[in-house]
C-alpha cells in the first residue's frame, strides 16, 4: 500500500472525523476500528488515536460510545506502552462519562478492551474502572457489568486474580445481589456461579454459598433460573454433598412456600436440577418431594408435578421410571381421595409418552381399566379420556380385546359427561384401527 495511499485516505478520514455535522461524525466514530486494521502503525500513532480521543470527547454522546466501541481495536494494534499512555486516559474518562449511554458501551465492551489492553493494564488501570461501573448509578450500566463479572475475573491475571476478587469485586457483587433492578440481579445471577472454580473450596462455602441461596429465594423467576442453571459449576468446586446441604433448605423451604405460584416455579426447575446434580442425589434427596407434589391441593401443582415426572423419565430413562416412581404413581389409584385417582389417570396421560408400549400394556393399562368402575362420575369419564390418550401406543388386540370393551361399557354409563368421553374415545379408536389397517 503506497504512502500517497495511506497519506491521501487518512486525510479524507479525518475530515469526517471533524466533520460540523454530528450525523457524519457519528457515522466516523463507527469506523474508527475498521480503519486502524487498515493503516499502518506509526498512522494509527500519529493520526488516528489522536482522532479517536477527539471523537470519545465529543459533545454528542451518539459519537462518543461509537468511538468507545472501536477502541479494543485499536488498542490491539498499539505496543503496550502507547496503550497506556495514548488510550488510557480516555478510557477511564468514558469510564465516568457524563451519559449513561457511554458507561453502557465500556460496560458492554470491557472484556473486548480487556483483551486488548494485556495483563499489567488490567490490573492497574481496568479494575477499579471495572469497579465502578459495578457501583453505577444507572441499572443498565450495572446489568452490562455484573454479565462481565465472569468474564472478566478469568481475564485477571492469576497472580492477583484471588486478590482482585474478593478485595474489588465479590463487595461488589454482594451489593448487586440486592439490587432493586431484576434486569441486574438476572444479569449476574447468570454468571455468579462461574466464580467458584476461581475462589476455590474454603471461599466459596464462605462468600459465595451465602449469595447463592439469596438469589435462589429471590423473587423474579429468572433469577432463580439462572443459579439452578449453573449448579454444575459450583458442584465441581465444592461437591454435591456440600452443596446439597446448602440448598437443600432453600429447596425445601420453597416447595412447601404457602403461595402456590412459589411451589409451581419450583416444580418447573426441577428437572434442571436433577440433571445438574445427578439422578443419584435426586433418588436420595428430592424423590419423595416431587411424589410429594402429587397430591398437592392445588389441581395447577398436581397437574405441574406430573409433567415433570415425564421430563425426569426424558432424562434418566424407563429403567429408572419402573424401578422409582411408577409403583408410587399406581399406587394412588387405590386411595380414598378421588382427587388423587385424578392424579394417577393424568400421570398416566403424560407419562405413557415416554414409557415403552410394554410397560404401559403390562403395569399402566391395568389400573387404568379398574378405575373404570369407580363410584365417582368424574374419574369413571377421565379413564375414557385416558384411554383415548394412550390407545396410539398400544396395539390392535390391545385395543381390541381390552380397551374397546370397557369403552363399551362406560358409554352405557348413567352420567351424560361419561357416555360422552366413552364415545369420544371409541370414535379416535376406530381411527386408529383403521390408521393401523392401512399401514400394513
Known amino acids: 500500500m503506497s504512502i500517497f495511499f495511506l497519506l ?28 486502524a486494521k487498515c493503516m499502518e502503525l506509526e498512522f494509527v500513532k500519529s493520526d488516528l488515536v489522536k482522532l479517536f480521543n477527539n471523537l470519545a470527547s465529543d459533545e454528542q454522546d451518539s459519537v462518543r460510545l461509537l468511538a468507545v466501541e472501536g477502541c479494543s481495536s485499536i488498542a490491539s494494534i498499539l505496543p503496550d506502552e502507547d496503550k497506556l499512555t495514548l488510550l488510557m486516559p480516555t478510557v477511564r474518562a468514558a469510564a465516568q462519562d457524563k451519559s449513561w449511554r457511554v ?6 465492551k470491557f472484556t473486548e478492551l480487556q483483551n486488548a489492553v494485556g495483563s499489567e493494564i488490567t490490573k492497574n488501570d481496568l479494575v477499579p474502572a471495572f469497579q465502578g461501573l459495578l457501583k453505577d448509578c ?34 461488589c457483587v454482594k451489593d448487586l445481589v440486592m439490587d432493586p433492578n431484576q434486569h441486574v440481579k438476572s444479569a449476574l445471577a447468570s454468571v455468579i456461579m462461574g466464580l467458584s472454580p476461581m475462589l476455590g473450596n474454603d471461599n466459596t462455602i464462605e462468600h459465595l454459598l451465602p449469595l447463592f441461596l439469596t438469589m435462589l429465594k429471590d423473587e423474579i423467576p429468572e433469577v432463580r433460573l439462572n443459579i439452578i442453571s449453573n449448579l454444575d459449576c459450583v458442584n465441581q468446586v465444592i461437591g454435591v454433598n456440600q452443596l446439597s446441604q446448602s440448598l437443600l433448605p432453600a429447596i425445601f423451604e420453597l416447595a412447601g412456600d404457602t ?136 396395539d390392535e388386540n390391545t385395543i381390541k380385546t381390552q380397551i374397546k370393551p370397557v369403552l363399551d361399557k362406560l358409554n352405557g354409563d348413567n352420567d351424560v359427561d361419561v357416555k360422552y368421553f366413552a364415545q369420544e374415545a371409541l370414535t379416535a379408536c376406530l381411527v386408529i384401527a383403521v390408521d393401523q389397517v392401512l399401514s400394513y
Open 259 to 394: 403461595k402456590w405460584r412459589v411451589r409451581l416455579a419450583i416444580i418447573e426447575y426441577m428437572p434442571l436440577l436433577a440433571s445438574q446434580l445427578g439422578v443419584e442425589f435426586f433418588d436420595e434427596k428430592l424423590n419423595s418431594l416431587c411424589m410429594t407434589w402429587l397430591v398437592d391441593h392445588v389441581y395447577a401443582i398436581r397437574e405441574a408435578a406430573a409433567k415433570n415426572l415425564k421430563k425426569l423419565v426424558e432424562k434418566f430413562g424407563t429403567e429408572w421410571a419402573q424401578s422409582k416412581i411408577i409403583s408410587k404413581v399406581l399406587s394412588m389409584a387405590t386411595n380414598p381421595n378421588y382427587l388423587h385417582r385424578l392424579t394417577t389417570l393424568y400421570s398416566i396421560n403424560v407419562l405413557a409418552e415416554v414409557m415403552d408400549p410394554k410397560s404401559v400394556v403390562d403395569v399402566m393399562l391395568p389400573v387404568v381399566i379398574s378405575l373404570a368402575g369407580d363410584s365417582v362420575a368424574n374419574v369413571r369419564f377421565n379413564v375414557a379420556k385416558t384411554l383415548q390418550k394412550i390407545a396410539p401406543v398400544l
Open 138 to 171: 444507572e441499572a443498565e450500566v450495572r446489568a452490562a457489568a455484573a454479565g462481565k463479572v465472569k468474564d472478566f475475573a478469568d481475564k485477571v491475571p492469576e497472580d492477583v486474580r484471588e486478590q482482585v476478587l474478593m478485595t474489588n469485586l465479590l463487595p
Open 8 to 35: 491521501s485516505h487518512n486525510s479524507n478520514f479525518q475530515k469526517l472525523c471533524e466533520d460540523d455535522t454530528p450525523m457524519v461524525r457519528r457515522a466516523a466514530s463507527g469506523k474508527l476500528g475498521e480503519f
Open 103 to 108: 458507561r453502557y458501551m465500556v460496560a458492554d
